[in-house]
């Protein structure tokens, strides 16, 4: 069955998708009618100012029908202005063939949890942003560590005239057959596919910084690199090139998760370090237990957005500012009531604008859930401070 953005299969099915349940259960025509309006919205750029708009409408309303909030739909189509071109290197090496990874299948028309191997866990995500790149229009470049009788570098989506396309431009459903072929092998050479993408973005880059624009770069990986030294030489090289780095884990691993978040701390640029759905939505419900943290958020983390109120949810318990600017970003509704002068009635508007949003599987609670517990918002403590976690 097919879910956008979210890897949902039955056991005996092949891979798939999953769409939302508002989307899923949509009529055919609804269906078809979400499906020509992401077409429509994929006009070229040389549009003009009222068909752009047009197209982005269009393009708002098709999101909005595959499950993503209104909100949510707009940050996703600004990110792929800020961020035209996607570069995601996907560890392909031996030891992702450890079975310590998680999906989520369906079961009882409800989805479940289930463990598979780190690679089908990667393989689900790769997947799941190539649909979400082709829907957008957004071009993003897949770059295996390791070559493969199916290829090593594709690219999906649209195109970037200011960057050059070095991978091999596949349409999704031929993505999707080859990655399903492709059996882990190798070591781990981060340090060689981050001075390919270098070698692309480089000549690239005068065009970028003038347009204020800046190239995703998204490294999904459950080890460590072959040679550190060299490894972080060519990230610093990266990082002087504008871009927004993520690194996409795919391993518990303490050894490896300590490594790339200290990382994090010695380098300049941008750049956040996420685990798999399962892993962030328990960081993120420790902390912000008031909003459900469902796969197609974090389908949208991994996709690369410039907000950086996303980047903190897993960080820190937002303050009451925090949480109203996050609540209008995710719902797209508008100027919402100060919780702090009036906590009642920032919590009516915030439960009115949910209203007729499907709920979300939250992997945390393994529950559906609304995208935020608008009962649960700013509880105050007892020191009378409003406290925006439970």
């Given at each position: 069955m097919?879910?956008?953005?979210?890897?949902?299969?039955?056991?005996?099915?092949?891979?798939?998708?999953?769409?939302?349940?508002?989307?899923a259960a949509a009529t055919p025509a609804v269906r078809l009618e979400n499906e020509e309006a992401l077409c429509r919205a994929m006009v070229g750029a040389a549009a003009t100012p009222a068909v752009r708009l047009e197209n982005e409408e269009?393009?708002?309303?098709?999101m909005v029908g595959l499950g993503f909030p209104l909100g949510l739909s707009k940050e996703l189509i600004g990110s792929t202005v800020e961020f035209p071109v996607r570069f995601w290197v996907v560890d392909n090496s031996g030891s992702m063939n450890m079975n310590d990874g998680t999906r989520l299948v369906m079961s009882r028309g409800k989805p479940c949890p289930v463990?598979?191997?780190?690679?089908t866990e990667l393989s689900d995500t790769v997947l799941g942003i190539a649909e979400l790149a082709t829907a957008l229009g957004a071009r993003t470049d897949f770059h295996l560590l390791n070559a493969t009788a199916q290829g090593q570098c594709f690219s999906v989506g649209g195109d970037c005239s200011s960057v050059a396309r070095v991978a091999e431009p596949v349409s999704l459903n031929e993505l999707k057959r080859r990655v399903g072929k492709i059996s882990p092998s190798g070591s781990t050479p981060l340090t060689e596919a981050v001075m390919q993408i270098i070698s692309v973005l480089e000549p690239a880059a005068p065009k970028l910084r003038a347009k204020g624009q800046k190239a995703c770069v998204v490294l999904a990986s459950d080890g460590l690199p072959n040679d550190k030294p060299s490894f972080e030489r060519a990230l610093r090289e990266l990082q002087r090139l504008p871009v927004w780095l993520v690194v996409r884990l795919c391993t518990d691993d303490e050894q490896v998760v300590s490594y790339w978040n200290d990382l994090d701390g010695q380098l300049e640029c941008d750049m956040e370090v996420l685990d798999d759905e399962f892993g962030e939505a328990e960081e993120v419900h420790a902390l912000n237990g008031w909003l459900s943290y469902g796969p197609?958020?974090?389908r949208a983390r991994e996709f690369g957005m410039h907000n950086k109120i996303f980047d903190i949810l897993d960080e820190q318990a937002l303050v009451p500012s925090q949480v109203k600017q996050y609540c209008e970003?995710?719902?797209?509704?508008?100027?919402?009531p100060e919780p702090e002068a009036d906590l009642a009635a920032?919590?009516?508007?915030?439960?009115?604008?949910?209203?007729?949003?499907?709920?979300?599987?939250c992997p945390a609670?393994?529950?559906m859930r609304p995208w935020v517990d608008a009962s649960s918002l700013c509880k105050p403590n007892r020191a009378g401070w409003l406290n925006c976690f439970l």
């Open positions: 097919l879910v956008t953005g979210v890897p949902v299969r039955n056991s005996d099915d092949p891979p798939a998708y999953a769409t939302a349940p508002a989307y269009a393009l708002c309303r098709a463990k598979t191997s780190r690679w197609l958020l974090h970003t995710l719902l797209g509704c508008g100027v919402l920032f919590r009516a508007a915030v439960k009115k604008n949910l209203s007729g949003v499907p709920q979300v599987f609670t393994k529950a």
